[in-house]
């Protein structure tokens, strides 16, 4: 069954600090994959999306994403978070584009940010 | 309108009662879809539209949910007999049906049945 996990459920970095998220995908295919924020309240916001081409994608806020094929994985990645980077992220796959086919979400990570 | 509204934003109910729940999708966008989202869980697809027809509604899970778009704009999702383990943000998104663009995302309802 198509599926996308997100294997870390909550982590916390100090403000500054690297990030990086990791999502793997299992597709009978190479699917579209896409990262969406989820700040409390508040509805989901597209970072990025990749549906071919190059593999390093980079989205709003500062955010990018590396597809590797071999890893089934799309891990999200941001050289320094700040405090309003708090939130929750998830990771979703397609089989089409996100106007035609419905998307497979993983379970999100929650970021905590420290001072 | 600028976003994706959805309303009501929270709704109480009792175990058996029927709610409806509503979706205004961005003026023009094609493509309208619902999901629900559990706690601690990522959303779960339940239907899609593209105008007024459910292209995909493999999602809903029983015949308790329903899901209508008489005029290709808003929507209504219906929940019969509801039942506690319906308790679950609703979200409804868009997108211009063309192309990838990615989906517009509301706020959801959160709907507690009680």
């Known amino acids: 069954a198509q599926s996308v996990t997100q294997p870390d459920i909550h982590i916390t970095v100090s403000e500054g600090a690297s990030l990086e998220l990791r999502c793997n995908y299992s597709y009978g295919a190479t699917p579209y994959l896409f990262w969406y924020v989820q700040s409390p309240g508040q509805g989901l916001q597209l970072l990025l999306k990749?549906?071919?081409?190059?593999?390093l994608v980079q989205g709003i806020k500062g955010f990018e994403a590396e597809f590797k094929r071999s890893q089934s994985s799309f891990n999200l990645r941001k050289p320094s978070v700040h405090w309003s980077d708090a939130a929750e992220y998830f990771c979703a796959a397609s089989n089409y584009g996100g106007s035609q086919g419905n998307l497979i979400f993983g379970k999100g990570t929650k970021l905590s940010v420290k001072p | 309108g600028a976003g994706v509204s959805q309303t009501p934003s929270n709704k109480v109910t009792e175990k058996g009662k029927y709610v409806e729940l509503r979706c205004d999708p961005i003026?023009?966008?094609?493509?309208l879809y619902w999901y629900r989202q559990s706690l601690g869980q990522g959303p779960e697809f339940l239907i899609y539209?593209?105008?007024?027809?459910?292209?995909?509604d493999s999602g809903l899970p029983n015949d308790r949910f329903f899901a209508v778009r008489p005029e290709g704009s808003v929507s209504t999702l219906k929940i019969q007999r509801t039942e506690r383990g319906d308790s679950a943000v609703y979200l409804c998104?868009?997108?211009?049906?063309?192309?990838?663009?990615?989906?517009?995302f509301g706020s959801g309802t959160r709907l507690t049945v009680v």
């Open positions: 003026s023009g966008h094609t493509a």
């Open positions: 998104a868009s997108s211009p049906g063309k192309g990838y663009y990615g989906y517009t």
């Open positions: 539209f593209q105008g007024t027809g459910a292209a995909d």
């Open positions: 990749y549906f071919s081409g190059d593999t």
